[in-house]
Structure formats: structure tokens, C-alpha cells
């Protein structure tokens, strides 16, 4: 029995060993590398980075006061020139006029500084949104890799032992045949041989499952002489080392921190719809010229130029409800990101005030 199983050890280990020489190994980076180019669910992730990096500049560039430039040029008809006891009004067709206008938002009610909180929120989302598309790539590639290395050295192993219990077979009806051996003991080997055959024909069809597994992952059909890279026995203890981050990388979740972040944002963003209940002020310095400038009375046909500084505030005393129904909807909509995070974490929803 012990030289049985040297025998089988020993054809075992010459099959891999001739696998291994001529085969073109395939290495988890390779698989990981091919899975990321071919991922579009991490390229979709990396533009929403990139888009809610632009939103948060947005909502930064409120803060900041604006410049804009404007101008205008008309021809009128049917003009009359109009007198009065002490001036003319002249009928001028052709009118000129332009400015420039400085505007700095003075008080918004929390407005702006919410944006900007709740724009900083949705960035920090979609960056671990972005973290946990490139960690279930990688995790589905290894775990897809690992598997498929697993059916490949399992089929070569069934191959190389239904090689040796033909064989075996062979020789047990020979000395079947010279009366050596009982016809139970040939039909036993029988037995094992088509019970090998059948775990050999099993781990080709899962072989052949986790190569579709990685060729869809990939994009890319695998060579009809590829095999997965075997590493050397000193490294198997770091290949169990890899597989146990793979499983560690299950439980850190940056989907569950993603939804942090997007429960923070719509919590802030009630606050940034409450806006809406307070008046808005701004600042304004204007600077103009026109020909004829309306400002001036009676108006000529030359180039005048007017500037003025002030402040404007605005209030919306009646908007019908629309205020009201923009907080409700933030309100849902933080309670959903709650339920949300509550599903995906096991956290218990935070109640908003």
C-alpha cells in the first residue's frame, strides 16, 4: 500500500511538474490588473470622484465675490425729440451702454457654508464608494483566480491518477486472467477507476466554469495553454497569509463608510433648504458708462459714466409651501440614508431632530 502511494505521488508530481514547464503561467496581478482595465464599475466610480471634486469646487466659489461684465447697443425707431419750458429731451436712435459689477453675498441664511459642508460630504462618499469598487475587484478577482487555480491542479492531479489506474486496471485483468487475483479484486480497481474518471470529468467542468468566471472579470479570453502561477512551498504560507486579507478585506467596508458620508450630507442638507426661511443679503459696487446715459436727465449723446454702492436684501414672505416641501424632502431623504446605512452595517438609524 505505501508503494502505492509513492507511485501515485511520484506520477502526481511529474504531471505538475511538466504542466508547470510547458503551460503559460497566468499570476493573481495579472488577473487583478486585466479586472481593474476592464472594470467599468471602478471607471464609473472614478468619475464621480472626479464629478464631486467639481461640485465642491462649486459650492467653494460662492464664497468669493463675482465679476461680471455686460454691454449693450440698440437702434431705435420712431423716436420723437420732446420740449420742455427749461430743457429738450432729443430723440437719440442709436443708444450704447455698459458695466461692470461686483457682487459679494453678505448673509444666506447658512445657505452657502451648508453647500459647501454637504459638497465636502458627497466628496468624501464617493471617494470610499470609489475604495470599495476597487476592493470588490479585487476580491473577486483573487477569490475567482484562487479557484480556478484550485479546479486546474485538481484536474491535473485526477488526470495523472486516472493515467496510473488504467494502468493498474490493465494489470489486474491480466492477472485476472492467469488466476492471480480474485474477480472482486479486478472489479474493485474497476470501480475506483470509473469513480477517479468521474472526479477528473468534475474538476474539468469546474475548471472550465472558473475560467469563464475570470474571462468575464478580465475581458479577455485566457490562452488555451494558460495555467494559474504555483508558488514555491515557502511561499504557500504567504498565499494563506494573501487569502486571509482577502477575507479581512470583507469587513472593512468602504461601502459602509460610503453611506456614512452620505447620511452626513443629507442631514446638512435639511439645514441648507432651511435657508430658504431666512432673508438673503448681498453687497454690490457697479460701475457704467452709456451714450446716452438714462441716468442723467435731459440725456445727450455723449459718453457718460455713473458708479454706485449698495446693498439688497430679499425675503420671500409667501412661497405657497415650497420651503416647507424642500426641508420635508431633505428630512425623507436623510431618514432613507439612515435605513440605508442600518441595512448595510447593522448601525441603528440616527432619528433626526
Same mark, same amino acid.
Given at each position: ?22 503551460? &503559460? ?7 487583478? &490588473? ?42 431705435? &425707431? ?276
Amino acid at each position: 500500500m505505501q508503494s502505492l502511494k509513492n507511485l501515485i505521488a511520484f506520477s502526481l508530481a511529474g504531471a505538475l511538474a511538466a504542466c508547470a514547464g510547458l503551460a &503559460e503561467e497566468v499570476s493573481p496581478d495579472m488577473v487583478v &490588473e486585466e479586472a481593474f482595465r476592464h472594470s467599468n464599475y471602478t471607471k464609473m466610480a472614478g468619475e464621480d470622484v472626479a464629478a464631486a471634486e467639481a461640485v465642491k469646487k462649486q459650492a467653494d466659489a460662492a464664497v468669493y465675490p463675482s465679476l461680471d461684465l455686460d454691454a449693450t447697443a440698440a437702434h431705435y &425707431e420712431g423716436l420723437q425729440e420732446n420740449s420742455f419750458p427749461n430743457f429738450i429731451i432729443p430723440a437719440i436712435p442709436e443708444r450704447y451702454g455698459g458695466g461692470i459689477t461686483l457682487s459679494q453675498p453678505l448673509y444666506t441664511g447658512g445657505r452657502i457654508s451648508g453647500r459647501r459642508s454637504v459638497a465636502d460630504e458627497h466628496r468624501q462618499a464617493s471617494r470610499s464608494s470609489l475604495a470599495a469598487s476597487r476592493a470588490d475587484v479585487i476580491y473577486q478577482a483573487l477569490t475567482a483566480y484562487w479557484s480556478w487555480s484550485k479546479a486546474f491542479y485538481a484536474a491535473e492531479s485526477y488526470r495523472a491518477a486516472v493515467s496510473w489506474m488504467e494502468a493498474h486496471d490493465r494489470d489486474m485483468r491480466n492477472q485476472r486472467a492467469a488466476g492471480l487475483v480474485t474477480e472482486n479484486d479486478q472489479l474493485s480497481t474497476a470501480v475506483r477507476l470509473d469513480q477517479t474518471r468521474l472526479r477528473l470529468e468534475e474538476a474539468l467542468r469546474h475548471d472550465s466554469l472558473c475560467r469563464a468566471a475570470l474571462e468575464k472579470l478580465t475581458g479577455k479570453p485566457l490562452a488555451s495553454g494558460a495555467a494559474p502561477a504555483r508558488p514555491p512551498s515557502e511561499d504557500l504560507q504567504a498565499a494563506a497569509d494573501e487569502q486571509e486579507l482577502i477575507g479581512g478585506a470583507l469587513t472593512n467596508r468602504p461601502d459602509v463608510q460610503a453611506r456614512k458620508y452620505m447620511l452626513n450630507a443629507e442631514q446638512k442638507n435639511i439645514d441648507v433648504q432651511r435657508s430658504g426661511y431666512f432673508p438673503q443679503l448681498n453687497a454690490r459696487l457697479r460701475g457704467e458708462a452709456g451714450r446716452p446715459n438714462p441716468l442723467n436727465i435731459p440725456p445727450n449723446t455723449e459718453w457718460l459714466f455713473d458708479a454706485y454702492v449698495g446693498v439688497g436684501v430679499t425675503w420671500n414672505l409667501l412661497d405657497w409651501g415650497l420651503t416647507r416641501a424642500k426641508v420635508s424632502e431633505a428630512r425623507a431623504r436623510a431618514n432613507r440614508a439612515g435605513y440605508q446605512l442600518a441595512e448595510n452595517a447593522s448601525y441603528v438609524l440616527y432619528r433626526m431632530p
